[in-house]
């Protein structure tokens, strides 16, 4: 099962068990719809990691019909020393930054506290980012658009980077 925007959860079956990974409540909606219980355990720590500015995404499998939740993988960006400065600059010459993710609203909040964007959209789907930029056209505004890729770290100070913001 492919990872989409919409589903906002992957997985693969295989010999009998099901795994699947993704947002929070993606992977509780698949949980719970099959009778499996979400502790509130999983909440605090997706809550808390959320907090941090990483991205939580929860782990489940089922086994025999009964889907349980095994854990929570922290994903963390790395925001690029001086964005900060650099927006300020350009807030300076009068250009409003929007910080547009599929991160779940806590994590985008804190991301854009650190980087100092003006706005952000967060858990946005394709359809929502061309939905801005058509909004922002149609109040006169000029668009322009910045990316990266998906590549982060996983864990707590995991080897490896994730492309700066």
Known sequence: MPFTAQTRMSGVDLDGESVRKGAADAVRRWVTESGGAWPDAV???VH?????GATPLVVAVARGGTRVPLGVVRLEDVVKDGIRERFDRLRGMGIRTVMVTGDNPLTARAIARV???DDHLAEATPE??????RREQEGGRLVAMTGRRHQRRSGPRAGGRRRPR
């Open 115 to 117: 980087a100092g964007v």
């Open 128 to 133: 929502d980012k061309i939905a801005l930029i």
């Open 48 to 52: 808390r990691v959320a907090a941090d």
């Open 43 to 45: 909440d605090a720590l």
